[in-house]
């Protein structure tokens, strides 16, 4: 979380025609892919974690995952009185009060609710710190004590006591063909696993749903629109859509729905991944113009060259530009991340040159009005305390 001081500085460099984007971080920096920087979240909240470990996500072996709190501790006043859900939405309303003159002006044109790990709607099924290697299929995160006792009164409500959560998912780098759970007649097929998994997508949904709520509230009245990251990781199968849910959800709070790996191609994907990035950005983004909300973007990884940025600019503008007005189908923006050193490269930054242009269907756009106005923002940016999740460059399509 970045200090009123910090976020005024960045505010400050509006000048050099950066929109700012804010992020609501309630999660854990760093641990995941292209994260240079450390910062766990607070100390007075880890101190109620020495205490009662269980209010950390946990996979079956009893790993905790300490980037963000357990759900199952979203209504529950274990942290001097007040329920998780509280302390994000006191958050908020700080964040509101110490910067509404920036508010106010427009000068933040968007706040980014972080729901989960690295700010994202999901459970941290595929945490680095614990051995996890791409392509394995992770595991559940529910056996805290917490989640335990929701699926149990879960489950006896629904008739049957005896249910009890997974024992056959494997671990975080099996192959779903290897393990009890996901494999030929799995028992995700049958009646038991069908509503484990309802049961676990509902849960996040509507924890999403719950802190969404309260950031309306803080927000009210501001000129801001409100973004919920997702990924994947849902209960997304044949014949059921896992993203349409979440996005009905988002547009009761009037978000929009921000997803990942736009850069992603199914070509770059090892075999042994079974991976289609380019067709799950196509259903989360077709999900969304159903519901009629806005969607928006950003790469997974950092990239450079023109076929990472040829992707994006596809995923944006699936029919092109339009001569005759905004096109029916676009995003309302892409964060491209991230802000680098490396991007700044004469060669690297030629290219986003280009790719920002092409966002703005090649028409010109403002430049820097000299080499010290672009030397001025890497400086700040080099500085010490700054939250990485400031990293975003928004560009409106």
Not at 13 to 32: E, K, R, T
Not at 71 to 90: C, E, K, M, W
Not at 263 to 288: C, F, H, K, T, Y
Request: proline letters at 5%.
């Amino acid at each position: 979380m970045a200090s009123k001081s910090g976020s005024t500085k960045l505010a400050n460099y509006v000048p050099l025609y950066v929109m700012l984007q804010a992020i609501m971080s309630f999660h854990q920096c760093g641990g995941n892919v292209g994260d240079v920087v450390y910062i766990p979240i607070p100390d007075w909240v880890l101190a109620v974690g020495e205490e009662d470990a269980d209010i950390f996500y946990t996979n079956r072996s009893g790993n905790r995952d300490k980037e963000y709190l357990s759900l199952g501790v979203d209504n529950l006043p274990l942290f001097g009185g007040r329920t998780a859900v509280q302390i994000y939405s006191d958050y908020m309303k700080s964040f509101s009060e110490n910067m509404s003159n920036i508010l106010e002006a427009g000068t933040i044109v968007d706040i980014e609710v972080g729901l989960s790990p690295a700010g994202e709607l999901r459970y941290p099924s595929y945490p680095e710190t614990q051995g996890w290697v791409f392509p394995g299929i992770g595991e559940f995160q529910c056996y805290d004590k917490y989640l335990r006792h929701d699926f149990k009164e879960a489950a006896t409500k629904a008739g049957h006591p005896e249910w009890d959560l997974p024992d056959d998912a494997g671990t975080y780098n099996d192959t779903p063909e290897k393990i009890g759970f996901f494999g030929s007649n799995g028992t995700y097929q049958t009646e038991k696993g069908k509503f484990f998994l309802k049961w676990y997508s509902n849960k996040l949904i509507y924890h999403g749903d719950q802190i969404l709520e309260e950031a309306n509230k803080a927000f009210l009245g501001c000129k801001v629109k409100l973004a919920a990251k997702l990924t994947s990781g849902y209960y997304n199968l044949t014949g059921r859509d896992g993203y349409r849910p979440i996005a009905r959800m988002l547009s009761r709070h009037y978000g929009t729905l921000n997803f990942t790996c736009l850069e992603m191609r199914d070509n770059e994907q090892p075999a042994e991944a079974i991976g289609g990035p380019q067709e799950l950005v196509q259903q989360v983004l077709s999900d969304g113009w159903k519901e009629n909300i806005d969607l928006a973007g950003e790469n997974a990884l950092s990239r450079y060259e023109s076929a990472g940025y040829n992707q994006i600019l596809l995923n944006a503008r699936p029919n092109g530009v339009n001569k005759n007005g905004p096109p029916k189908l676009k995003m309302a923006g892409v964060t491209y991340l991230r802000l680098s050193e490396e991007l700044f490269e004469e060669k690297n930054f030629s290219l986003f040159k280009t790719f920002v242009k092409k966002m703005h269907a090649d028409l010109d756009v403002v430049q820097f009005r000299n080499q010290n106005q672009r030397f001025q923002l890497m400086k700040f940016w080099k500085q010490p305390n700054q939250s990485s999740h400031s990293r975003g460059m928004k560009r409106q399509t």
